[in-house]
């Protein structure tokens, strides 16, 4: 099957101008296919976007993010504007969509269906870190908000090694948690000096307003949009794939498990280990054939 070239586009929004691409593929009555993360851009989605050449496919970069631009990018982005952004979007290429969202771009995803439900068929919501919904939420937030003050005060190199800290804890988070030292940034091959920058996407603007947004279940039960929640078969224990249990669990749902762990769809995009791509896209193929 040939695989048609992707056009990119842009479209203006309040406080941000977004870029996204489109690939036509495969015949009509499939349903576009939006692949997102957030603050993870279009250049994620490279290696799973090869495995649906038969889908019209859909990527962008988050407002703050890559490609995306706004006038300050170091200003909040909270879920409720990636939402809007993801409607108008979807205006303009033409909905329904299915959609595949992974990390905060479930969160993303979820707060567009308590809005939008007819703009989504399927969702595949991917390990949502809504630290929000967890029973140790206060201490998860806490957790959160010491990795943004770690970023602020020393720059990208050690707020993402105390970022990497929380995202691996296994389990509850204990009360003195976020009081811990942070860890060495060279640990995690980081770097040490602080470059004076603070417009990282993800821990300037996506940090706390997305580990504190707790989306609207009553909306998402009563949408139309058949809804999925995922985790990584190897993210078990962790904040992400604890969120995707609890949320799977207020939305009467079961727990999709995926191959792989958070980034299981990735082939080395952003120099991150592979996951297992092969594996992980003929799982979400046969969910979003479940429908």
Same mark, same amino acid.
């Given at each position: 099957?040939?695989?048609?070239?992707?056009?990119?586009?842009?479209? *203006?929004?309040?406080?941000?101008?977004?870029?996204?691409?489109?690939?036509?593929?495969?015949?009509?009555?499939?349903?576009?296919?939006?692949?997102?993360?957030?603050?993870?851009?279009?250049?994620?989605?490279?290696?799973?976007?090869?495995?649906?050449?038969?889908?019209?496919?859909?990527?962008?970069?988050?407002?703050?993010?890559?490609?995306?631009?706004?006038?300050?990018?170091?200003?909040?982005?909270?879920?409720? *504007?990636?939402?809007?952004?993801?409607?108008?979007?979807?205006? *303009?290429?033409?909905?329904?969509?299915?959609?595949?969202?992974?990390?905060?771009?479930?969160?993303?995803?979820? @707060?567009?269906? @308590?809005?939008?439900?007819?703009?989504?068929?399927?969702?595949?919501?991917?390990?949502?870190?809504?630290?929000?919904?967890?029973?140790?939420?206060?201490?998860?937030?806490? =957790?959160?908000?010491?990795?943004?003050?770690?970023?602020?005060?020393?720059?990208?190199?050690?707020?993402?090694?105390?970022?990497? @800290?929380?995202?691996?804890?296994?389990?509850?988070?204990?009360?003195?948690?976020?009081?811990?030292?942070?860890?060495?940034?060279?640990?995690?091959?980081?770097?040490?000096?602080?470059?004076?920058?603070?417009?990282?996407?993800?821990?300037?603007?996506?940090?706390?307003?997305?580990?504190?947004?707790?989306?609207?279940?009553?909306?998402?039960?009563?949408?139309?949009?058949?809804?999925?929640? =995922?985790?990584?078969?190897?993210?078990?224990?962790?904040?992400?794939?604890?969120?995707?249990?609890?949320?799977?669990?207020?939305?009467?749902?079961?727990?999709?498990?995926?191959?792989?762990?958070?980034?299981?769809?990735?082939?080395?995009?952003?120099?991150?280990?592979?996951?297992?791509? *092969? =594996?992980? @896209?003929?799982?979400?193929?046969?969910?979003?054939?479940?429908?």
């Amino acid at each position: 099957m040939t695989v048609t070239e992707s056009t990119t586009r842009t479209l *203006e929004a309040p406080g941000a101008t977004l870029t996204y691409d489109v690939r036509p593929g495969g015949s009509t009555d499939k349903l576009p296919l939006f692949l997102i993360g957030s603050p993870m851009g279009a250049a994620g989605f490279g290696t799973l976007s090869g495995h649906f050449p038969d889908r019209t496919l859909i990527t962008y970069d988050p407002r703050g993010s890559e490609r995306s631009t706004k006038p300050d990018m170091t200003s909040p982005s909270t879920p409720d *504007e990636h939402a809007d952004d993801l409607h108008r979007i979807i205006q *303009e290429v033409g909905g329904p969509v299915d959609m595949f969202a992974s990390s905060g771009g479930a969160t993303n995803a979820l @707060a567009l269906i @308590a809005k939008h439900p007819e703009d989504v068929r399927t969702l595949v919501a991917h390990e949502p870190p809504m630290a929000a919904v967890l029973p140790d939420r206060e201490n998860a937030q806490a =957790a959160s908000r010491a990795v943004y003050e770690t970023y602020q005060r020393s720059g990208f190199g050690a707020g993402m090694a105390h970022f990497i @800290a929380v995202v691996s804890h296994q389990g509850e988070f204990p009360d003195d948690f976020a009081q811990q030292s942070p860890p060495d940034p060279a640990m995690f091959g980081m770097p040490t000096e602080d470059d004076g920058s603070r417009t990282d996407p993800l821990m300037g603007q996506n940090m706390i307003s997305g580990t504190t947004y707790e989306p609207d279940f009553d909306a998402l039960r009563g949408a139309s949009t058949r809804i999925v929640i =995922a985790a990584g078969v190897e993210s078990e224990g962790i904040l992400p794939s604890r969120c995707a249990s609890v949320v799977a669990e207020r939305l009467g749902t079961e727990l999709v498990i995926f191959p792989s762990g958070h980034g299981g769809f990735m082939g080395g995009e952003y120099g991150q280990p592979p996951g297992e791509p *092969e =594996a992980f @896209a003929a799982k979400l193929r046969e969910v979003l054939a479940g429908a």
